[in-house]
């Protein structure tokens, strides 16, 4: 990659947090047991797809930083930072996988938010199992890990269907998905 479209990707990565960190403000729904539905991460998903994971990885680490200090990030400890914020939105470089393949906006974004789901579980069994309900979703709470696997497929899988909503609309628009979801790796 010439040092052009170095600068190129950076730059884009650059404008794609900035667009990110704005539309986190705007959520779409809050739960009421933590977390949100906005389209923060659709700017993320679009760069990961236009750059591939090599790229995305550095995005997804400091929009994850400016997630939870911009964001207003609700952390117990150190390692509850890192693992609902850092770690769960740098594991969205994964959507980066599907840059240039055929239908890769959908898999990838899948993929992707099966590893925030990973980071958030881990982090709901280990460290938030203190303040799990007795009953959740109608199903009595006897184990953390069930009911984090519960609490964190819900957000995950309601932030990603709105995601594949947006990003299947710039799919289906021809100038929208020549200009914003053709790969930009090895141009």
Do not use: H
């Not at 890192?82 to 959507?95: I, Q, S």
């Not at 881990?122 to 007795?134: D, I, K, R, V």
Request: net charge positive; proline share 4%; aromatic share 14%.
């Amino acid at each position: 990659m010439t040092q052009k479209n170095k600068i190129r990707a950076l730059t884009e990565g650059a404008i794609m947090i900035a667009a990110a960190t704005v539309l986190g403000y705007f959520r779409i729904f809050r739960f009421p047991f933590g977390g949100s539905i906005d389209l923060a991460l659709v700017p993320i998903l679009v760069y990961c797809l236009r750059w591939g994971p090599k790229y995305s990885l550095l995005c997804c680490f400091v929009n994850g930083l400016l997630q939870y200090f911009l964001g207003g990030g609700i952390a117990i400890s150190w390692q509850s930072m890192l693992l609902d914020y850092v770690v769960a939105y740098m594991l969205v470089f994964l959507c980066g996988f599907g840059c240039g393949k055929k239908f890769g906006w959908l898999w990838g974004t899948v993929l992707g938010s099966f590893g925030r789901w990973v980071s958030l579980t881990l982090s709901g069994g280990l460290l938030w199992y203190m303040y799990m309900p007795e009953v959740f979703l109608g199903i009595p709470m006897k184990n953390p890990w069930v009911y984090s696997i519960l609490l964190n497929g819900v957000l995950v899988l309601a932030v990603m269907a709105v995601d594949l909503v947006v990003l299947g609309i710039m799919q289906s628009v021809p100038a929208l998905r020549k200009i914003v979801l053709s790969s930009q790796v090895g141009e």
